[in-house]
């Protein structure tokens, strides 16, 4: 079975140009974990997950404040100094490109399921951007692969 026959393609897509704001909407709206990024030419630049959102709004590990709070260095009355105040403007400031993962995996639409499971797994990834002619041409996941496989055998 090929990823073109198992893929997703009808997928929402952001440019590195899009702010936060509208990333995060078009999150909301579609429900998605993670968003292919394209340029004009609909070549695959990167992929932003919600992941890549948390991180702007928690910039520091919060272990590390639970370890610097069991320090003698911290103080109680220091408490606000792990609170960091968001600019109102961070949702327009902040483009897709300035969060973007830009070490993409992609497999083409003619390989098999096979082989778009290996790239999963050898790159610990659950979703993969489909090209064709380096052109994003639809997306497959994890469980894609595996609905196709219970088709495949009858199991649903």
Not at 26 to 40: E, M
Not at 87 to 110: A, Q, R
Not at 115 to 121: D, L
Not at 142 to 149: G, K, T
């Amino acid at each position: 079975m090929l990823v073109k026959d198992v893929m997703n393609k009808e997928v929402i897509t952001v440019s590195e140009n899009e702010n936060l704001s509208q990333l995060i909407a078009k999150f909301r709206k579609y429900n998605y974990h993670t968003l292919p990024v394209i340029d004009n030419d609909k070549k695959v630049s990167g992929l932003v997950s919600s992941e890549d959102i948390m991180k702007v709004y928690l910039p520091h590990n919060p272990v590390l404040g639970e370890l610097l709070k069991s320090t003698h260095l911290y103080n109680a009355e220091e408490e606000d100094v792990l609170e960091i105040d968001l600019p109102e403007n961070l949702g327009t400031t902040v483009k897709v490109s300035d969060i973007m993962n830009v070490n993409v995996v992609t497999i083409e639409d003619s390989e098999t399921i096979a082989e778009a499971r290996k790239q999963m797994k050898l790159h610990n990834i659950k979703r993969v951007p489909v090209i064709r002619n380096q052109e994003l041409v639809g997306f497959i996941t994890l469980f894609d692969i595996i609905i196709a496989l219970f088709k495949e055998r009858n199991i649903i």
